[in-house]
């Protein structure tokens, strides 16, 4: 059982940055972790995942030439780095985690997941 705390997130204009943090209550090691995203009106969405060790990271297409994924299994953290922000990455974002060292990469996969946080792009 792991509980997720997420910080960051907020308004910001086209083509700004924003940093979500994602703290977990306990050792993320054996955990996959994933950050997704639901817009208004739409289903929850994958955003990323990095491996289980850290490295290795996958994106969907619509965010991997501008975000960045990166946890911290030293510090039980779990970060996604935008840039280059559009109207359309507006979204409630939430970092997910599940035990496994697979790839996972729909939401019904994941068990445990943050609060979520805000992300308003606009100006």
């Known amino acids: 059982q792991v509980k997720l705390e997420q910080s960051g997130g907020g308004l910001v204009q086209p083509g700004g940055s924003l940093r979500l943090s994602c703290a977990a209550s306990g050792p993320i090691s054996s955990y996959a972790m994933a950050w997704f995203r639901q817009a208004p009106g739409k289903e929850r969405e994958f955003v990323a995942t990095?491996?289980?060790?850290?490295?290795?990271?996958y994106a969907s297409d619509s965010v991997r030439a501008r975000f960045t994924i990166s946890r911290d299994n030293a510090k039980n953290t779990f970060d996604l780095q935008m840039a280059s922000l559009k109207p359309e990455d507006t979204a409630v974002y939430y970092c997910?985690?599940?035990?496994?060292?697979?790839?996972?990469?729909?939401?019904?996969?994941?068990?445990?997941w943050g609060q979520g946080t805000q992300v308003t792009v606009s100006s």
């Open positions: 990095t491996h289980q060790r850290g490295g290795t990271t």
């Open positions: 997910a985690a599940r035990a496994g060292s697979l790839w996972y990469f729909s939401a019904e996969d994941y068990v445990f």
